[in-house]
């Protein structure tokens, strides 16, 4: 059975950092592209980063690029999202999924797992 988990979301200032984790386990982690998306009170949950299978290919929502970096570590089977500069429009329940193939997808319909969520606030 396959179960992900987040955690280290919280209460942070507009401009400050947060780092999330994403503890995988129940498949063969390094054999999956991972991904992050969010979801806003009212809004559909939307794409945030993607990660292929050894971290060589990456993709980002435009929203978060250059300030959001996803990343992997497959020995420790955990996923990774470092978010800098954060806005109060980054506020959302994140969420980390994985895909039952190898390369990076961008739509929710290409995730097969899901975790609970960790909610991220940003205060303005």
């Known amino acids: 059975q396959v179960q992900l988990v987040e955690s280290g979301g919280g209460l942070v200032q507009a401009g400050g950092s947060l780092a999330l984790s994403c503890a995988a386990s129940g498949r063969t982690f390094s054999s999956y592209a991972m991904g992050w998306f969010r979801q806003a009170p009212g809004k559909e949950r939307e794409f945030v980063a993607t990660i292929s299978t050894t971290g060589g290919t990456t993709a980002y929502a435009d929203s978060v690029k250059g300030r959001f970096t996803i990343s992997r570590d497959n020995a420790k089977n955990t996923v990774y999202l470092q978010m800098n500069s954060l806005k109060p429009e980054d506020t959302a329940v994140y969420y980390c999924?994985?895909?039952?193939?190898?390369?990076?997808?961008?739509?929710?319909?290409?995730?097969?797992?899901w975790g609970q969520g960790t909610q991220v606030t940003v205060s303005s």
């Open positions: 999924a994985q895909r039952t193939r190898a390369w990076i997808a961008t739509t929710r319909e290409n995730y097969a797992y």
